[in-house]
């Protein structure tokens, strides 16, 4: 058995050194609800080649790391109810069991990684709950950007996180976070947080311009950095709005007991619903606008 395949466009772009940006999956089987989620996907992909790079989807397929899916895959696995969702603990086993799932934000740099991909976008990335001071509820993603040399585009960390806290843990880990064209760190939905981003740089150019000193510096290269990239404007969710969205949401979860891996989907889906479908449109929107800048950071690096 082989535990990495390639689709071939992948394999063919990544053999001539040309541009590739990864992709997530669980943002697909956990992330947003059948068929806005395939509809997502195509899109993303259509964005990433009209930008001149390859998309690669990285999900696990009957216990096969896939880096890049087919129409007729995307289609199943965007269908599937009940896939697993796949993070750095959870990839090994799944290969072992021949499992199929969506891979996280962590397991998906680690596949990207070792397929050679430097470039991945997503929506957000996972961080500290809110409340994580008692439930210890802390993504994989943090420990994964700060050991994986893999350049993650998102909107920022997902608005139900604790924000704050979830700067400290990446500082703490020595992972650069750069805002794009803005001092402020955005906040997924919304393009502000009340919170200064750590770093700052305006344009594709100047993000891979870093990318490639930074994996010069002896020793400096290891690791990932988180591109924070704000939701176009007239897609956003002003975040005084949101506010009181999630605060509704955060106390269901907890009424219900909702724990461990779920808590993340089901914040989400919950959203979706009290905001009437409002927030699957920003998701979608700003997933979309990350794939982009990715291409385009992918296609300035390639030049380097
Ligand atoms: N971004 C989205 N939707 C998602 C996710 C990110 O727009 O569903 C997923 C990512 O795969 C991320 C995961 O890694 O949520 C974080 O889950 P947790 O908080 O359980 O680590
Ligand atoms: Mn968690």
Do not use: Y
């Not at 050194?17 to 669980?26: F, I, K, M």
């Not at 199943?76 to 934000?105: E, I």
């Not at 461990?260 to 699957?280: A, F, H, Q, Y």
Request: include cysteine; charged fraction near 20%; aromatic fraction near 4%.
């Amino acid at each position: 058995m082989q535990p990495i395949r390639f689709e071939p466009a992948v394999r063919g772009a990544l053999d001539e050194r040309a541009p590739v940006v990864a992709l997530e999956s669980t943002i697909i089987t956990h992330g947003m609800p059948w068929p806005d989620n395939l509809a997502m996907l195509e899109r993303v992909e259509a964005a990433i080649r009209a930008e001149g790079a390859t998309p690669a989807t990285i999900a696990v397929i009957d216990g096969s790391i896939e880096v890049g899916l087919t129409g007729a895959q995307a289609q199943s696995l965007a269908r599937r109810k009940g896939g697993a969702k796949l993070s750095r603990a959870d990839l090994a086993f799944a290969c072992a069991r021949g499992l199929t799932g969506g891979t996280t934000v962590a397991a998906t740099m680690m596949a990207a990684h070792a397929a050679g991909i430097e470039i991945f976008a997503t929506g957000g990335i996972g961080g500290v709950h809110k409340g994580a001071e008692t439930s210890f509820d802390i993504s994989a993603d943090l420990d994964e950007l700060a050991r994986t040399p893999v350049t993650v585009v998102s909107a920022g960390a997902k608005a139900i996180l604790d924000i704050a806290k979830t700067l400290e843990a990446l500082e703490t880990r020595g992972v650069p976070v750069i805002a794009v064209g803005q001092d402020e760190m955005p906040a997924f939905w919304s393009r502000t947080s009340g919170l200064r981003a750590p770093l700052r740089l305006d344009d594709a150019a100047a993000i891979a311009r870093f990318i490639a000193t930074r994996a010069n510096l002896p020793s400096f290269g290891h690791g990932g950095v988180l591109i924070a990239n704000p939701v176009p404007a007239e897609a956003e969710i002003p975040r005084d709005q949101m506010r009181a969205h999630i605060e509704t949401a955060q106390a269901e979860a907890e009424r219900d007991g909702i724990a461990g891996k779920d808590v993340t989907p089901w914040l989400l889906s919950r959203i979706v619903e009290i905001t009437g479908g409002r927030s699957l449109k920003t998701n979608i929107a700003l997933v979309e606008n990350n794939a982009r800048l990715a291409a385009r950071i992918a296609v300035e690096r390639a030049r380097l």
